[in-house]
């Protein structure tokens, strides 16, 4: 039997009076491939941000021992709008590199391994 990564039972989330969703029950495996798909307004980014502990929910979220650095998961995230100067002179490859920051420590650069594992 296969055992999931990610474990969701019972997921609520609510902003104000506004239930956003409302008992969600998924597992999803390693070598899954997830599509999210669902109307303006329907929860697929509130769900992703429950599972990245970005917003309060109700029910419980389990993530299996590969997932977890530290006793947290170890899940990246890249919201489809954000508030950035879009004239900031940084590359896609460089934005990449950066989510591997912790892993590296502050002050340490990046190599050839480095840029090929971001690729």
Request: charged share 25%.
């Amino acid at each position: 039997m296969r055992q999931s990564i990610i474990t969701i039972r019972d997921l609520s989330v609510n902003y104000d009076s506004l239930c956003a969703l409302k008992h969600v029950d998924l597992d999803i495996y390693a070598d899954d491939f997830v599509g999210i798909i669902g109307p303006n307004g329907g929860g697929k980014s509130t769900l992703i941000k429950a599972i990245m502990g970005i917003v309060p929910y109700s029910g419980t979220i389990e993530y299996s021992e590969s997932l977890l650095r530290n006793k947290k998961p170890h899940i990246g995230y890249l919201p489809q709008t954000s508030n950035f100067d879009k004239a900031f002179p940084i590359s896609v490859l460089e934005v990449v590199m950066s989510g591997l920051q912790s892993e590296r420590g502050l002050w340490r650069g990046y190599g050839k391994k480095e840029r090929r594992r971001a690729m």
